[in-house]
């Protein structure tokens, strides 16, 4: 195909699932290293997750690079 048409190659959507279970894990990572953490006075059912210290350090440390 050719791109000047504004025809592209056709990729094929994995759709909103793999983009969601990719998040999970990617949050999952972040509680391991402490870099999020998960408050409890939100109740069980907690859709809400906080920056620690430690995230908040990482995240400056890697916008100076």
């Known amino acids: ?3 000047e048409d504004g025809i592209r ?5 994995r759709g909103l699932g ?3 279970k990719r998040q999970s894990l ?4 972040l509680i391991e290293k402490e870099f999020l953490s998960i ?4 109740g069980e059912k907690n859709r809400f997750a906080e920056l620690t210290e430690a995230g908040r350090k ?3 440390n890697k ?3």
């Open 1 to 3: 195909f050719q791109a």
């Open 9 to 13: 190659d056709c990729l094929l959507s």
């Open 18 to 20: 793999d983009v969601y």
């Open 26 to 29: 990617y949050i999952n990572r």
């Open 39 to 42: 408050p409890k006075k939100h």
């Open 58 to 60: 990482h995240l400056e």
């Open 63 to 65: 916008a100076k690079k």
